[in-house]
């Protein structure tokens, strides 16, 4: 009885010394990132006595996941935020606003058209122009730190995933071989996994599992492996050479590679490659739409007018050349292709990118995908052998308005893809053209006047000009009118005239006239001429209106500067806003979208604190218990070694009868 009493004692003493080694093991980790609170079990022994079972962790895995979870998505927003935070204070800054340069450039050519023939204003035109470019390349070079910025986080934070992997990689072997040498399991070094696993969530979402042997796997949330027992993989940014400013991942498995959808990553690196692809790129290339728009605008209408020297106005800006892409053995193909905006047409131009393809011996197709990568719409299929290119060997595709030059059709083949973005980096690529002041048309390239015989108070005046090309309209290459076209418009009655070319033959006639607008598209002229008039009020019988390139003309006439004024309320971007219209709302989207990723940013921080108090009411020390703990197990143990005690007085008494 006796023996048995000891060994009921002696178990006592190394149950309770056990939970008291456990104890202060907690309260020594009190502090501890990552440390799990850690039980030790026993079960009674059939025989008497206490049997030690295992010191295991107080872990829920289902809220370890969780808090995983919840990691990932805090650090996804937050990362995110950061950035477009940045952004807004940035872009928002009233004194880099585009609106505000946009106002003085246009005010600088109202003041300059005040007086078409001071030089002094036509240059301070030029410099407000200058400076509006510049302002482009500003706002520009913001949206590029800010994406070069990003990059570097990207690379650094993949850097410290692959770290993390390995890491966890490592833990697994020598977890394999603690408990393989022992029947307690390795809590630390599982905690310092547990641990590694909640840091990996910081940058990209995860899935923690376990395998039979108990060792941790890594996957991606879409399944694609990160960590296989005791094999990491390495996450990798590669190069897309059709799309260069496309962040691409790939997963390295050592003897291959497989791609990785950057869609719902989710962690920082998540929010660094949303950032790219649903902010950066859209910035840049709305301000590349909007620098594309003001640009085609004014050089189309500035070659409508006479510059200060009386010629034809030409591009008073230059977009820079539109890059195309290419897988890498179609590089050399690049050169042998080029494309421009058609122009006048940068209202149909979009933020997408453009796919060229051969569909077959005669025939191309365009397809457009928005930056998402999705298809907006059907191929625009176009047939080159049926089409005329200009003079310098362009096509002009109207439905898209871009004008494309293929020198060779036969080096294209049938699998060969070919992208560009017209909008890419438009906006840091554009210049001004024009060298001085004298450069901006602000005069009309043709005058009119009312004889001074006429019986009527009527007055003619030019209404438009469409076109000043001397291969479809009434203008020669030396600014004159050709003979053949409209020179004078003689009434015959108030109801009915003739338009005369300049030897007087009659080229047109209308009668039945009540509306003395665009006298000339009522003739069926307009189109051919290029340019339109009317009178003020009801002529008489042989009123005669002049019109000309010559002393029709005055010195101070600013038809076209006026023309060129008008274009900052006319709908320029993609035929639906003004420009300043459309600088605003793209504020706003940023403003909005800041506002918007910082709402969930704040409700995922909640999320993730509650997830980690969930885990903490487990797995945390809490001193206030374990000093309970304690006083409890050394009173056990106070009592067990008692019990060894009576023990050893009843065996010693048993002896002594014996003697």
Known sequence: MSSNLYSIGLSGLMSSNARINTTGQNTTNVDTEGYSRQRTDTVSSPVGGVVLRDTSRLVDNFVGAQVRTDTSNHSYYDTYHSFMSAADNLLADESISLTRYLDKAFSALQTASNDPTSSSLRELAHASLETLVQQYKTLSNVVNRQENLVDDHLSSSLTDVNAITAKISDLNGKILRQEGLSISPANELRDQQELLAKDLSKYIDIKAQFNDDGLMTIQLANGQPLV?????????????????????????????????????????????????????????????????????????????????????????????????????????????????????????ITRDTYELTRTDDNRFAITQYDLKGNSTGPSTVIDLNNMTPDSNGYYQIDELGLDLKIPDLDIIDDDDVFRFSPTADAASNLTLQ??????????????????????????ISLTSVDKTDPNSSAFARDGSLYPSAPHQIYFTSPHSYVVRDASGVEIASVSDVTNYVNLLAQAGLAEEAGFDVSVSSMPERGDVFSIGTGDEIGPADNFNALALINLQNQALVAGDESLSKAFAGFISYVGSKTSEIEGHAESSEVMLNDSIARRDRLSAVSLDEEAVNLLKYQQSYSASAQVVTAARTTFETLLGIMR
Not at 293 to 321: V, Y
Not at 437 to 452: D, H
């Open 228 to 348: 296989m027992d005791q094999n990491p993989t390495e996450l990798k940014v590669i190069a897309d050479p059709l799309s260069p400013k496309k962040i691409n991942l790939v997963v390295d498995f050592g003897d291959y590679n497989v791609g990785l959808k950057t869609q719902g990553l989710g962690g920082s690196v998540g929010g660094l490659v949303d950032y790219r692809t649903e902010f950066s790129q859209y910035a840049d290339r709305t301000l590349g739409q909007h620098a594309i728009s003001i640009a085609d605008a004014m050089n189309a209408q500035n070659a409508k007018g006479l510059d200060g020297n009386g010629n034809f106005g030409k591009d008073l800006f230059s977009l820079g050349k539109v890059s195309i892409h290419s897988t890498r053995d179609n590089l050399q193909k690049i050169s042998d292709i080029s494309v421009r905006i058609t122009t006048g047409e940068a209202e149909k």
């Open 434 to 459: 024009a060298k001085n002041g004298e450069a901006i048309a602000l005069s009309a390239p043709v005058g009119v006047s009312t004889n001074s015989d006429n019986l009527s108070d009527a007055r």
